[in-house]
Each structure stands twice: as structure tokens, then as C-alpha cells.
């Protein structure tokens, strides 16, 4: 079992990364005093799976454990769900010292941390986490919220977890395409901040294709690493945490103007790493080696690396421009200087964006 640790003073936890660790989730819960009313968040596709598992650990620890599952799908991000949540907790009787257990993707941690915020005005909460996107990102820094109708993740606060345990197995039901689109952002930690990790991918290519156990806890360690630096450098992202943002700008407007139908999240970033790698050599920061090792790798992993055709020059800009990304109007990007570092530019213009897709 690897170890990193994410320093935030009092609010600072550790991850923990091992293969068949689940079942053992119970014991290091002990360590924190929780009382013994505790709940479990999932959902039906991973409580199926690991559900068992990870309540009978907890349950073989004497704790009083209350779950409750929300729906498959982005969609039951939202406030009706909070709701759900907090109807349950509160029929159980989770005190102030209880601990929420997110156990699933994206959806199910980002909704638990934020149901955990809110929750008697805020109760510990720890991750573990199912999806690769899930292991090396958003379990990790704090970010928790739900969709409103206007906008997706516009609701929500920061709230570190306790803990995040993740256990490599379960990625071994994961789809193969959920699981492409984490590389994505396994990628896109090579290209802000790690040019070993970005060899590296391209170096394994066919063990981490294969889920070999050696080189999954490789990448999902370094990720997690990288992240957990960046976050107790900035939490809230008033500077260095935004470089996270790496292909986001583009991307975020890609799924938006694909009605989050047509790609998974690391998807849309994938093409948008490309995209924002080459407007970074159309600029002249970069020079054209950089986007074409970077559009190898994404195409050689299988992932996206170009716009979709139908997309407007003009939709794109005002999509990008409604982004919570943006702030007085200007629109952010990462630009990479060369692959493991980046910067942050505030001064594109709607014409650069208009040669880049032309
Ligand atoms: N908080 C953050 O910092 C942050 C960062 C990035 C993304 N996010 C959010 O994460 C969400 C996307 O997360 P995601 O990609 O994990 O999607 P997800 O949570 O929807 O999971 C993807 C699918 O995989 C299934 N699944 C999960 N684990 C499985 C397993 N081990 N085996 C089989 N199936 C499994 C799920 O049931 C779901 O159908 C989005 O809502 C996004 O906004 C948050």
C-alpha cells in the first residue's frame, strides 16, 4: 500500500493506494473517532459490485452503518438528490460526529462531499473511489458540488475527505472506455507538471492497457501526487491550481456544445489538451514538436484529439465565455511551453480561437 499525503494544515489526509484493499477499509476508519452511525453513498452499479464488501468491513467494526444509493448517472448529480441523501441521514440519525462513505465515481464522491458539507453544517466525509478518473482526480483536493439545470457543477464548496482509499482492483470491471477517459487526465498531469510521467505513459502503453497492477499504481501514485502538491499549494485555486484546468476551457465547451452526449468527461478534455496545445504554438510559446507528441500519445491510448466536426467558431466562443472559468469576460487557457510545464495566458483572442479551428 503506497501512501501521499495532502498537507492543508488541520485539514490535511492521506491517500492510500493498495490492490485488494477494500475489505480492510473497516480497521483504518477506527483510527478517526467517528460515532458508530456512519452511512455509505453509491449507487447501484458499484454497490452491486463492492457494496457487500465494503459494509461488511465496516460493519465487522462495530459501526451502525445506514446506505443509501442514488441512481446511475450524471444526471442525479443535483440538489433533488442532496435532498435524498440528507432525508436518509437524518431518518438514521447521523450526529455530528458521524462520517460519510462515498463509494463510486465522480458523481457519487463529488455529491457525498457535498451532502457532507452541508449536513449539520458539515461532517467528515472519506472517498473511496472506482473510476481511474475518480482515483486520480476528483477524489483528490476538495471539490465537491451538484448540478443545477443552468450549469453543471455550479453549485457545490470546498470540503476536504478524511481520507481517500482506493483500491486498483475495481478497476478491473470498469469499462474500458470510463477507464481511457482517466487516462486523460493522467495525460494531462504529464503535460502540466511531469514530463517523466508523460514517457512513462508512452513507455507502457500496453501494461496500462492491460491493468497491469505495477503500472496502474505507478500512474495513479504519480497523479495523485502531482494533485495533492498542487492543492496544498492553492486549495481554492487562486493561482497555480488552475494549470489543473489544462484542456478544460476547450473541453468544457465541447461537452456542453455536444449535449454531454457525445464524450466522457476525459474525452472532451483529451480533444481539448490538443486543441490548447497547439493554439500555445500558433502563439508562439510552444513550438510544433510539443502538440504533435502530445496528439500521438492521446491517439495512441485511443482517446479523441480533434474537434468534432459542426462545431461553430462562434458557439465555441460563447460557450467559453459563459465558463465559471472565466472572470470579467476574459477567457483563461493553459498553454504547455513544453510537455511537464505550462502557463497561464489571459490573453487570447476571439481571432486566435478562429485560426486554431480553422
Ligand atoms: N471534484 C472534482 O475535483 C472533480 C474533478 C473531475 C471530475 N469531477 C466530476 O466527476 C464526475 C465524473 O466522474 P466519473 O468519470 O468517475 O463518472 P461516474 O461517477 O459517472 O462513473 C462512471 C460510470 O462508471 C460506473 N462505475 C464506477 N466505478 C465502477 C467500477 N469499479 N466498475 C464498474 N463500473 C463502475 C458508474 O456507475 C458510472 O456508470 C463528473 O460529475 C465530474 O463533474 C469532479
Known amino acids: 500500500v503506497e501512501k501521499i499525503r495532502v498537507a492543508l494544515d488541520e485539514r490535511s489526509y492521506d491517500i492510500f493506494i493498495g490492490e485488494g484493499n477494500l475489505k480492510e477499509i473497516g480497521g483504518k476508519l477506527s483510527e478517526f473517532g467517528f460515532s458508530d452511525k456512519i452511512a455509505l453513498i453509491s449507487n447501484p452499479t458499484v454497490y452491486e459490485l463492492y457494496g457487500e464488501t465494503v459494509s461488511k468491513a465496516l460493519r465487522d467494526s462495530g459501526y451502525d452503518l445506514a446506505e443509501v444509493l442514488i441512481p446511475d448517472g450524471e444526471e442525479y448529480k443535483s440538489l433533488d438528490s442532496a435532498e435524498e441523501i440528507y432525508t436518509s441521514l437524518l431518518k438514521a440519525k447521523l450526529d455530528r460526529k458521524s462520517a460519510l462513505i462515498a463509494l463510486g465515481g465522480g458523481v457519487i464522491g463529488d455529491i457525498t462531499g457535498f451532502a457532507a458539507s452541508t449536513y449539520m453544517r458539515g461532517i467528515d466525509f472519506i472517498q473511496i473511489p472506482t473510476t481511474l478518473l475518480a482515483q486520480v482526480d476528483s477524489s483528490v483536493g476538495g471539490k465537491t458540488g451538484v448540478n ?11 470540503w476536504q475527505p478524511r481520507l481517500v482509499w482506493i483500491d486498483t482492483l475495481t478497476l478491473n470491471t470498469l469499462p474500458r472506455r470510463e477507464f481511457l477517459s482517466g487516462l486523460g487526465e493522467v495525460i494531462k498531469y504529464g503535460v502540466i507538471w511531469d514530463r517523466e510521467l508523460f514517457s512513462y505513459l508512452d513507455a507502457n502503453r500496453n501494461k496500462i492497457l492491460e491493468l497491469d497492477a505495477k503500472a496502474l499504481m505507478h500512474i495513479i501514485r504519480r497523479s495523485c501526487e ?13 493561482g497555480l491550481r488552475a494549470i489543473l484546468n489544462y484542456g478544460h476551457t476547450i473541453g468544457h465547451a465541447v461537452e456542453t456544445l455536444t449535449g454531454y452526449k457525445k464524450y466522457l468527461h476525459g474525452e472532451a478534455v483529451a480533444i481539448g489538451m490538443c486543441l490548447e496545445a497547439e493554439l500555445s504554438s500558433q502563439l508562439g510559446f510552444t513550438g510544433s514538436n510539443e502538440p504533435a507528441m502530445l496528439k500521438n500519445l492521446i491517439d495512441s491510448f485511443g482517446l479523441p484529439s480533434e474537434m468534432p466536426s459542426g462545431i461553430q467558431t462562434g458557439e465555441l466562443l460563447l460557450s467559453m465565455q459563459i465558463d465559471k472559468k472565466t472572470v470579467g469576460g476574459k477567457m483563461h487557457f493553459v498553454l504547455p511551453e513544453k510537455i511537464g510545464r505550462v502557463k497561464v495566458y489571459s490573453g487570447t483572442e476571439p481571432e486566435d480561437i478562429r485560426r486554431l479551428l480553422e
Open 226 to 238: 502531482i494533485k495533492a502538491e498542487i492543492v496544498s499549494k492553492d486549495e481554492r485555486e487562486s
Open 148 to 158: 443545477h439545470p443552468l450549469g453543471k457543477n455550479m453549485i457545490g464548496s470546498f
